[in-house]
């Protein structure tokens, strides 16, 4: 069974040995899910990174299912929890193995996403669309918070002592801690809401791999901010193509603009932290956007 290498080498610098390890075994506990969960594996995803995901074709009746499953260690229990709480803003949920960390859930068609409008160069319209996923998401009555707070995330800042800008990083710490005292407007969040995860589904967008975080409804903004996926628009800079997504935010979000670029430079300096922490480097483009951000004005 053939994987692409971004995603061994991810599995491999995660997980170290074990994912090694898990790599090896994967072709067998793929067997006994299909055993387990009565399918028939199509294929993998192409661009898999950081878990495995494959299409299966259910043998009872003929439907198509989409198996998703990680070593452990990966957040896959708390994917779950979370999948179960969202309802309709999400794929259905048909099965989940603790032991084998992994869940089977519905395959959403066309499921094509937002990365479709990056490459068409509508870059604005995709902005559009998660504030209008964002606004659906929250418009949910979740009274489930026990789930992981962001205040949690603050040690991770630390990693990026003398490896990013110092005052971007002393002043995304100090936002951070601003930002997550005060708990009285919490919500459950996505935490990880970007292009690659909003899908095109028959009833409407849809998303899928949600971190699951515990925080303040603005927070939900942070992530899809830095994310390009290699289709920044053209002729234009990061700095100015950073500044149209943050007033489009900022327009169509019942938050205070000041907070959504607060929150952008956060999450956007904790991505370069978790990078770091997984593959020991920093992206030149994390600090590059981050001091985009804090250059905008409103």
């Avoid at 975080?213 to 234009?236: I, Q, S």
């Avoid at 169509?252 to 670029?261: A, M, N, S, V, Y």
Wanted: aromatic letters at 10%; charged letters at 20%.
């Amino acid at each position: 069974m053939q994987f692409n290498p971004t995603f061994i080498s991810n599995i491999r610098d995660v997980y170290g040995e074990a994912g090694s390890l898990w790599l090896q075994e994967l072709p067998s506990r793929l067997k006994y899910l299909s055993s387990l969960w009565n399918f028939r594996l199509l294929s993998p995803m192409a661009s898999l990174t950081y878990h495995y995901v494959g299409l299966v074709e259910m043998n009872s009746t003929k439907e198509t299912a989409v198996l998703k499953m990680a070593p452990v260690g990966a957040n896959i229990a708390s994917e779950v929890k979370w999948l179960r709480c969202m309802g309709g803003a999400a794929p259905k949920l048909y099965a989940f193995d603790k032991g084998a960390n992994a869940f089977l859930m519905e395959n959403l068609k066309p499921g094509h996403s937002l990365i479709n409008c990056l490459q068409q160069g509508n870059d604005d319209a995709a902005t559009r669309i998660i504030c209008q996923t964002i606004r659906h998401l929250q418009s949910q009555e979740l009274t489930d918070l026990s789930f992981r707070h962001l205040s949690e995330l603050s040690g991770d800042f630390s990693v990026l002592q003398g490896r990013f800008d110092p005052k971007l990083l002393s002043k995304a710490e100090g936002l951070f801690k601003d930002l997550t005292a005060d708990r009285s407007h919490d919500i459950l969040l996505h935490g990880d809401l970007h292009h690659d995860n909003v899908l095109l589904s028959e009833s409407g967008w849809r998303v899928i791999d949600p971190h699951g975080y515990v925080g303040n409804p603005a927070a939900e903004v942070g992530p899809m901010v830095r994310n390009f996926f290699g289709y920044l628009p053209k002729n234009k800079p990061v700095s100015k193509a950073i500044t149209r997504r943050l007033h489009i935010m900022a327009e169509e979000l019942p938050f205070d603009p000041q907070r959504i670029k607060a929150w952008a430079l956060c999450m956007t300096t904790l991505s370069a932290a978790w990078t770091f922490e997984d593959h020991g480097k920093v992206d030149g483009f994390d600090i590059e956007v981050a001091s985009a951000i804090d250059q905008v004005m409103f």
